[in-house]
């Protein structure tokens, strides 16, 4: 055994007791009622475990002088990160919040990697051991792909113009990527066989940050909680592997729970798109084979509702479930709906939110938005718990929401063909609100619009909930 | 000044078993979470890698030249934007879920 000093001991049980509290924390986010406390423990652990490594390092031993530009560094990264992060987390929107979590995710990985170049460049001209090696490639290639696909999809999900939402086509987009992992690879074997060259390190670093680039940009708006999710796990493996180079404990657990979470979302988002996560990442829909084929055979003709009906249809039900998709939210209806939902309640109507696991741009990012608008969260339902009430529900409402809900999904030959979908189509009546009959991110018609029991509302989201609400006071 | 910035040494066999058991510890954990709550839970755990700051920190106390100044003056500033910024805007989402509206407005049924 290691005989500790008492000032070791403390640090090490200070990162103990952090990773505790975050393990504490991500348990007690298994409920809305608890997650909030679990937050906080989890910040208590972060600042717990920083504080400690702050008088570790300030009363450590024979490590010569005091470094105060180390110190000055310390602060002043510290004040200008956090102050950032402060003020951007306490401005965003929720509708933004895919894009400031990407770069978060973004930050967090580029730092990972800053630590493990630091170390290469630090410890010039001896060759690493082994182990250490192939954390530090691994560090440095993760965290760089993290760093600039995280701010790929940050820009994409803001809509800047030089990273279009959509999905962008690279040219060659295979080849390069080919190309990037063979220098990747071919720079790791020569250093894993004994070599220190820093060069060769800066050309692995340099492919991981184009690998990131042509990772992400290919990538369509309504894929984007796989990827977001997938760089997420990423991040989490480079902390970890931070951890490794720097024989750091709390990194290694911290950065393996976040690499768990991240993976389990990435499974989650790709099995609800019923889509592999190599089909994502190789490119949008139809780039596959059998996308055409399918369109044919829907046909039939599309009944119209009026307001007023409307209005009717769900004053008069005795369940309305609403289906919400990402169209609600560009529309910035997320209140309306609400509005709707509480002067339908006062009219003993019970009402409910069918949530699809990709009804938003990261997972779970369609409660968050119902949430902010004062939905209780007991009637956000997620999609297997309520897809058999739409047996009994009168009317299903459906805003914004297209694919999810198109019973093409059961079929084969189509391309949304598998993806578990909601049960529009059970419900007694149907109304889509929806401003013109265009198509949804997979491109195809979607049946349930020329279903007979579907009524469409061809309205704005936001105008026509505003509507409906004055409509069915009226009543 | 040139200490070693590695703090803690231990065995690659003992680092590589608190990794594999912390990713089934995750696993186990976070598996239970539900899809309501993904998105703060994604939130809540990009705070968590924000530990990273403590090997931001270890790193800046050890250097001692222009490069290793830079370098770890973005690390530490990236890292604290990760924490400081992930838990705040975490907690600011988990305020919002509650089981009855702020301001309930009427909760009489006429019909």
């Excluded at chain 1, 690879?185 to 990131?212: E, K, P, Q, T």
């Amino acid at each position: 055994m290691v005989n500790l000093t008492p000032l070791d001991a403390f640090v090490r049980l200070a990162w103990l007791l952090g990773a505790v509290a975050f393990v504490i924390g991500l348990s007690r986010m298994n409920s809305p009622a608890t997650a909030r406390n679990g937050n906080l423990v989890s910040a208590g652990g972060m600042v717990l475990a920083i504080g400690a490594t702050a008088v570790y390092l300030l009363f450590r031993p024979s490590t010569g002088s005091f470094n105060v530009v180390g110190w000055l560094i310390i602060l002043a990264g510290i004040a200008v990160g956090g102050g950032y992060g402060l003020y951007s987390a306490r401005t965003v929107k929720m509708t933004a919040m895919p894009q400031l979590v990407s770069l978060f995710n973004a930050v967090g990985g580029g730092a990972a990697a800053l630590i493990a170049i630091d170390e290469y460049l630090r410890h010039a001209g001896t060759v690493p051991g082994l182990q250490e090696n192939v954390a530090t490639v691994l560090d440095i290639a993760i965290g760089a792909v993290t760093f600039t696909g995280s701010l790929i999809a940050s820009g994409k999900l803001m809509g800047l113009r030089i990273t279009p939402s959509r999905a962008v086509k690279i040219p060659g987009g295979q080849l390069v990527t080919l190309v990037l992992a063979a220098v990747v690879i071919a720079g790791s074997a020569f250093l894993f066989l004994g070599n220190y060259n820093a060069a060769v390190m800066a050309g692995i670093l340099i492919a991981a940050l184009i690998f990131g680039i042509t990772l992400a940009l290919p990538i369509g708006g309504a894929d984007m909680p796989v990827v977001i999710s997938l760089l997420n796990s990423f991040t989490g493996t480079a902390v970890a592997m931070a951890g490794f180079v720097l024989n750091n404990p709390v990194l290694i657990i911290a950065g393996a729970l976040v690499g768990a979470s991240g993976a389990i979302l990435t499974k989650l988002m790709a099995d609800a798109m019923n889509r592999s996560i190599l089909n994502i990442m190789l490119g949008g829909f139809g780039g596959g084979d059998s996308a055409t084929a399918a369109v044919a055979g829907v046909g039939g003709s599309v009944r119209e509702v009026s307001l007023d009906d409307a209005a009717i249809q769900l004053a008069y039900a005795s369940s309305v479930i609403v289906v919400p998709g990402y169209g609600l939210a560009v529309a910035q209806a997320q209140h309306g709906v609400r509005e709707l939902a509480e002067v339908l309640e006062a009219k003993g109507v019970d009402v409910k939110y069918a949530i699809h696991p990709v009804a938003g741009r990261m997972p779970g990012h369609m409660n968050v938005l119902l949430a902010e608008a004062n939905v209780p969260y007991p009637q956000l339902r997620e999609m297997d718990d309520i897809n058999p009430e739409f047996d009994r529900c009168d009317v299903a409402l459906v805003i914004g929401a297209n694919d999810v809900t198109n019973p093409a999904a059961r079929k084969p030959g189509s391309p949304v063909s598998g993806m578990p979908i909601l049960d529009v189509d059970h419900a007694k009546n149907i109304i889509v609100m929806k401003r013109s009959m265009g198509r949804g991110y997979a491109g195809i018609d979607n049946e349930l619009y020329t279903n007979p029991k579907t009524g469409m509302l061809f309205k704005d989201a936001k105008a026509g909930l505003a509507e409906l609400v004055a409509a069915v006071k009226a009543l | 000044m040139n200490g070693d910035p590695a703090v803690t040494s231990m065995p690659i066999d003992l680092a590589f078993t608190i990794f594999v058991l912390a990713i089934m510890c995750g696993v186990a954990v976070i598996s239970k979470v539900p899809a309501t709550l993904h998105t703060p839970l994604m939130s809540g755990a990009n705070s968590i890698h924000g530990i990273v700051l403590v090997g931001a920190m270890i790193i800046a106390v050890a250097a001692d030249n222009p490069v290793s100044y830079v370098l770890s003056f973005l690390a530490v500033a990236f890292a604290s934007l990760n924490v400081v910024g992930g838990y705040v805007v975490t907690d600011r989402m988990l305020q919002m879920f509650r089981r009855k509206p702020a301001a309930p407005k009427t909760d009489k049924a006429e019909g």
